[in-house]
Each structure stands twice: as structure tokens, then as C-alpha cells.
């Protein structure tokens, strides 16, 4: 069974002060990892796409990597506006649906 | 970029009543899809919304309780049958586009608060 777990469940960080966030997953054959971003009250708002171990992607202040069984997200830098839950998906070879993690909330205090 | 829109944003309804929540693409996909979000937990896929036939379900939601519609490319709708306050949740659509790569998009959400 593909299943998706992160850590940690909440952090709490300054503003400035850079951290990773992790996703490790199981998943008999992996189409794509993918990263959301979800604010309170709103759907996911999509980040990245990693299809292959050694991937990495980049946007703004947040870079993300993938090894063979895991994901992190790297924020650099942090500003309040950070401040999110954010959710890694894994989608298999096999199949179109998406397995969810249950999310890091990230709180960015000034 | 295509716009996703869900109606009604929220709603509050009383037990035993059901609920129709609309999904709108602006532009035509080629998946949609509906999940569950209960409060503080992850995304639960509640269906696949196929168009032209029935909605293929994931373990542990039934099409008495969730029937869903895909008229075309471009809309579809869940309902939540006979509900009860364990029905309250977040329910989002999202949708797959032909020019992405697997990746989904998701609409802003209905928020239900069953009574």
C-alpha cells in the first residue's frame, strides 16, 4: 500500500531562520512527488513536480529534492508570509490518484 | 492561468438533508477529482469524476452517499446525501489538464458544517 508520511507535524521557526521540511514515502513505483502549499480556508495551491531521484526544483525561497524514499523541502530564509501548511503527494506508475501526507504546518514569526 | 471555482464556498445544513457542491473549469481537462478534508487531517479522495459514466469510488465511499455528475470537460458536482455531522468537512474538486504533467489543481474548497 503507497503511503506518504512528514515530519515534523508543526514548526514554528524566526523569520530568516532556515529549515527542511520531510516527506517519506512508500510507493510501488513513483510516477511523481509533489509539493502544495495550503493556507487556512483555501485548496492546495501547487509548488513542485519530482519525477526521479537527484531531481531538484527552485522557486523563490523554497528548493526541493528527492531521493529513492524521500522528499524535503528546503526553506531558505524564511518570512512571515511563509506561514502555511504544506503537503507532499506521491502519485504511482500504476494509477492517476494521489496519495497525500498529513502536512507540516509552518509558522514564520517575525 | 485556468480558473477553478466551487460553489457554494460554504455552507451550513441541517441532518438528514443533502447538499449539491458545484466544480467549474474555465478551461477543458482531461481528470477531476473530488476530496475530503477534515478538520486538521490531509486530503481524502473521495471519487474520480468521469465524464459520461459513473465515478469510479475509493474504498469506503459509495455512490448512494456521494453521487457525482461530469456532464462534460468542463463541470461536475458531488453530492452529500442524507448527511449527518460527520459529513462536515472540507470538499474540494481538482482537475488534471492535458498540458500538465500529472500535476493537480485544486479549487477553493466548500466548507460543510452539518447540524
Known amino acids: 500500500e503507497d503511503q506518504v508520511t512528514q515530519s515534523p507535524e508543526a514548526l514554528r521557526l524566526q523569520e530568516g531562520e532556515s529549515s527542511s521540511l520531510n516527506c517519506s514515502y512508500t510507493?510501488?513505483?513513483?510516477?511523481?512527488l509533489f509539493w502544495y502549499r495550503q493556507d487556512p480556508g483555501k485548496g492546495p495551491e501547487f509548488l513542485f513536480t519530482?519525477?526521479?531521484a537527484g531531481e531538484e526544483k527552485e522557486k523563490e525561497r523554497l528548493k526541493a529534492t528527492l531521493t529513492k524514499k524521500e522528499s524535503f523541502l528546503h526553506i531558505t530564509a524564511p518570512k512571515p508570509e511563509d506561514s502555511a501548511t504544506y503537503l507532499c503527494a506521491v502519485q504511482a506508475i500504476y494509477g492517476q490518484n494521489f496519495v497525500f501526507g498529513p502536512g507540516t504546518r509552518l509558522s514564520v514569526l517575525p | 492561468s485556468a480558473v477553478i471555482s466551487q460553489k457554494p464556498s460554504r455552507d451550513i445544513c441541517q441532518r438528514g438533508t443533502s447538499l449539491t457542491i458545484q466544480c467549474q473549469v474555465d478551461s477543458q481537462v482531461t481528470m477531476m477529482f473530488w476530496y475530503r478534508q477534515q478538520p486538521g487531517q490531509s486530503l481524502t479522495l473521495i471519487a474520480t469524476a468521469n465524464q459520461g459514466s459513473e465515478a469510479t469510488y475509493e474504498s469506503g465511499f459509495v455512490i448512494d452517499k456521494f453521487p457525482i455528475s461530469r456532464p462534460n470537460l468542463t463541470f461536475s458536482t458531488l453530492t452529500v446525501s442524507n448527511m449527518s455531522p460527520e459529513d462536515s468537512s472540507i470538499y474540494l474538486c481538482?482537475?488534471?489538464?492535458?498540458?500538465?504533467?500529472?500535476?493537480?489543481?485544486f479549487g477553493p474548497g466548500t466548507r460543510l458544517t452539518v447540524l
Open positions: 510507493v510501488s513505483g513513483l510516477r511523481g
Open positions: 519530482l519525477y526521479s
Open positions: 481538482s482537475v488534471i489538464f492535458g498540458t500538465s504533467h500529472g500535476e493537480q489543481f
